[in-house]
């Protein structure tokens, strides 16, 4: 009866174990640092994978180019969940107040910017103008983002 009761517990708590670990979103678990650290890495990344696109592209490697451009479609995907209001300040974030003043143009730069990676793939190909089709749908878009909300440095 003792051991019934005690195997009982163990497996109820085992379960609620389970049901904690995986009813919180993996954001939640980071710490401010570990997010503003993340955003500027993430950022750095799409960095040199820009330079890689514009690398290959002008080659006429445009398979790789095209997953390049996927790749940095996900990462501006992923970026959106990297503001959230606890992470304007510390750990030498360059983030403006106004991205938390003026969120919802904040997240549609960030997803015009990776729709425009997805149309990229579409027409690179195809394009007369390599330098100037991946300066209309890529750069320009950093520079539309930071002009407003990235302090200059
Ligand atoms: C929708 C907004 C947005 C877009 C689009 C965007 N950025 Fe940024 N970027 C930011 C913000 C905000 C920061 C500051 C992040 C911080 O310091 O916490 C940043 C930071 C950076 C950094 C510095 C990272 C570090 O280590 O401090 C680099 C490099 C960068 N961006 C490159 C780019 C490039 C290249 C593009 C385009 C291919 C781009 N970004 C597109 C908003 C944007």
């Not at 904690?20 to 040199?48: D, Q």
């Not at 890689?52 to 970026?79: C, H, P, T």
Request: net charge neutral; proline share 3%; charged share 25%.
């Amino acid at each position: 009866m003792l051991i019934k009761y005690t195997i009982n517990t163990l497996i109820y708590v085992f379960f609620t174990l389970v049901i904690l670990t995986f009813s919180f979103p993996a954001s939640s678990e980071l710490s401010v640092e570990e997010i503003i650290k993340g955003r500027k890495a993430l950022f750095s990344k799409n960095y040199s994978t820009a330079k890689r696109v514009q690398a290959v592209a002008s080659k006429g490697d445009f398979e790789k180019a095209k997953s390049l451009m996927l790749e940095m479609s996900e990462n501006y995907k992923i970026l959106i969940d990297y503001f959230p209001e606890n992470t304007q300040e510390g750990f030498k974030t360059e983030a403006l107040p106004i991205i938390w003043e003026d969120k919802e143009n904040f997240n549609n730069l960030m997803t015009k910017a990776s729709t425009d990676m997805i149309e990229l793939t579409r027409i690179i190909e195809d394009s007369d103008d390599i330098r100037g089709t991946l300066q209309k749908f890529m750069w320009a878009n950093c520079k539309a983002c930071h002009s407003k909300y990235r302090a200059p440095h």
